[in-house]
């Protein structure tokens, strides 16, 4: 039983393509989150929703925009992808702001 | 701001020695700290958290940390090391709706 799954695990693309990254949590939790982790182990937190509500929209470039459709799913949507978008994405879940999180297992993500 | 600091980038410890993975934190109020594990091309997963009560917090994996106000720091430890603990591990620290994440110690342990 998967606690929470992200689709594709890789992810590989050309410069200025638009591509999407999906996000199912089946743990009931309220709270969503998607992070980047760059090539360092880095770890940058990029959006949070809770409830389907925007919490968290950190620095991020508006190229990246998430949607959540329901309290169990968060897809982040990339526009105009750029070499430097290159990194690892994950997505994260947990009951309430920020109690524990459970990561899902990252979409390693390659512009070429 | 809050902050979390992991002063070591890796640390290298035979198999069976105990194990101290370093974290400090500079917080208004109230601390509440998390460590997390990450094993190659795998999801963070959560090993332990502190929020209140007793200074030492068990979690999963035989891991403990001892929180200590007075030197705002929140290690953590292990007193016989496996290789299979030999891992990325990171440290968190609440700030209002996120976690602010320290930059990762890799942990090395040799057979």
């Known amino acids: 039983d998967t606690a929470v799954s992200q689709t594709p695990k890789y992810l590989v693309t050309q410069m200025g393509n638009d591509k999407s990254i999906k996000c199912e949590q089946n743990l009931g939790h309220d709270t969503m989150y998607w992070y980047k982790q760059d090539s360092k182990k880095f770890l940058k937190i990029m959006f949070s929703y809770n409830n389907k509500e925007l919490i968290i929209n950190e620095t991020v470039p508006n190229r990246f925009s998430p949607k959540s459709p329901d309290k169990a799913h968060l897809n982040l949507h990339i526009n105009s992808l750029e070499l430097g978008d290159s990194a690892v994405y994950f997505c994260a879940s947990s009951p309430g702001l920020v109690d524990t999180q459970y990561f899902g297992p990252g979409t390693r993500l390659t512009v070429l | 701001a809050q902050s979390v600091a992991q002063p070591e980038d890796q640390v290298n410890v035979a198999e069976g020695n105990p194990l101290t993975v370093k974290c400090t934190y500079s917080v208004s109020g109230n601390p509440y700290l998390f460590w997390y594990v990450q094993y190659p091309n795998r999801g963070l997963q959560f090993l332990l958290k502190?929020?209140?009560?007793d200074n030492l917090v068990k979690g999963s994996y035989g891991f403990e940390a001892e929180f200590n106000k007075s030197q705002t720091s929140f290690h953590l430890k292990k007193p016989s090391a496996l290789v299979s603990d030999s891992a990325l591990y990171f440290c968190a620290v609440r700030d209002n709706y996120q976690l602010i994440w320290g930059a990762g110690t890799k942990l090395i342990i040799k057979p």
């Open positions: 502190y929020i209140t009560g």
